[in-house]
């Protein structure tokens, strides 16, 4: 799959899945644009494409704040002159339940960026994915938009993913007349620093493997290949659809 000449902006991309979709995409010949808020983190990614391709344009941004949201596609736009690929990766989870009482706090800090900051980074990126004809916007979301929490605490997190699940379908009927593909990957769990991020210390991703009927947990990596191969011409009449990589996760 060559992405030669396209131009690619991936939210969340300081780490985990974002970086690396953001070095898979590099590494096809696309002209990549990371963005995050640890400045560090990004930087490290930055290098590791520069050592497989070209250096991508490094944006320090909290998409949740629609000035710097509109400052981040404007800056890609300045750099580029164009726009081909968008994937709306940034997430995070906060954790509150109805019957502990903050269930409220929880689900408005989890949809602002879960879901909000993706709507509105998206329609401020469809007029230039419009330029450019039949390009693909990705909403990376998981399986529990699909699933019930055994936790009420991840009842917020839970809600965002549903949601982004259905602004994925909706958009894909909306852009479909102007030739733009949307479309949602699912995954389960995957091997990265977001139960850090997200102030989890009990235990990792890496030991649910035990879990899933493949026995194992994903690397970034897998997910990446996936989000490559539905924004290449190989998936040209794949939209509105979810594809979940959860090794077995759902049939649990």
Same mark, same amino acid.
């Given at each position: 799959?060559?992405?030669?000449?396209?131009?690619?902006?991936?939210?969340?991309?300081?780490?985990?899945?974002?970086?690396?979709?953001?070095?898979?995409?590099?590494?096809?010949?696309?002209?990549?644009?990371?963005?995050?808020?640890?400045?560090?983190?990004?930087?490290?990614?930055?290098?590791?494409?520069?050592?497989?391709?070209?250096?991508?344009?490094?944006?320090?941004?909290?998409?949740?704040?629609?000035?710097?949201?509109?400052?981040?596609?404007?800056?890609?736009?300045?750099?580029?002159?164009?726009?081909?690929?968008?994937?709306?990766?940034?997430?995070?989870?906060?954790?509150?339940?109805?019957?502990?009482?903050?269930?409220?706090?929880?689900?408005?800090?989890?949809?602002?960026?879960?879901?909000?900051?993706?709507?509105?980074?998206?329609?401020?990126?469809? /007029?230039?994915? %419009?330029?450019?004809?039949?390009?693909? +916007?990705?909403?990376?979301?998981? !399986? $529990?938009? @699909?699933?019930?929490?055994?936790?009420?605490?991840?009842?917020?997190?839970?809600?965002?993913?549903?949601?982004?699940?259905?602004?994925?379908?909706?958009?894909?009927?909306?852009?479909?007349?102007?030739?733009?593909?949307?479309?949602?990957?699912?995954?389960?769990?995957?091997?990265?620093?977001?139960?850090?991020?997200?102030?989890?210390?009990?235990?990792?991703?890496?030991?649910?493997?035990?879990?899933?009927?493949?026995?194992?947990?994903?690397? /970034?990596?897998? %997910?990446?290949?996936?989000?490559?191969? +539905?924004?290449?011409?190989?998936? !040209? $009449?794949? @939209?509105?659809?979810?594809?979940?990589?959860?090794?077995?996760?759902?049939?649990?």
């Amino acid at each position: 799959m060559s992405f030669k000449n396209k131009v690619v902006l991936v939210t969340g991309a300081s780490s985990g899945i974002g970086a690396a979709t953001a070095i898979e995409f590099t590494k096809e010949g696309a002209k990549v644009a990371i963005v995050g808020r640890n400045e560090e983190k990004l930087q490290t990614v930055s290098d590791n494409c520069e050592k497989l391709g070209s250096k991508p344009l490094l944006i320090i941004a909290d998409i949740a704040n629609d000035d710097e949201a509109k400052r981040m596609v404007q800056k890609v736009i300045d750099e580029y002159g164009q726009l081909d690929v968008l994937v709306n990766n940034a997430g995070l989870a906060k954790y509150g339940s109805i019957l502990d009482g903050n269930i409220l706090e929880a689900y408005d800090e989890t949809i602002k960026i879960n879901l909000r900051a993706h709507i509105n980074v998206t329609a401020l990126a469809t /007029p230039h994915l %419009i330029k450019t004809k039949g390009n693909i +916007l990705i909403n990376i979301s998981s !399986v $529990g938009g @699909t699933l019930v929490p055994k936790q009420a605490s991840k009842t917020p997190y839970y809600i965002s993913k549903a949601g982004l699940n259905h602004f994925t379908r909706c958009a894909a009927l909306e852009l479909a007349s102007k030739g733009i593909r949307v479309n949602t990957v699912s995954p389960g769990p995957v091997k990265t620093d977001f139960l850090v991020n997200s102030g989890v210390t009990s235990y990792k991703f890496e030991d649910m493997g035990v879990n899933m009927p493949l026995q194992r947990v994903s690397d /970034p990596i897998e %997910i990446a290949r996936l989000i490559l191969f +539905l924004a290449s011409d190989k998936a !040209v $009449g794949i @939209t509105g659809s979810e594809y979940v990589a959860d090794n077995g996760f759902l049939l649990t």
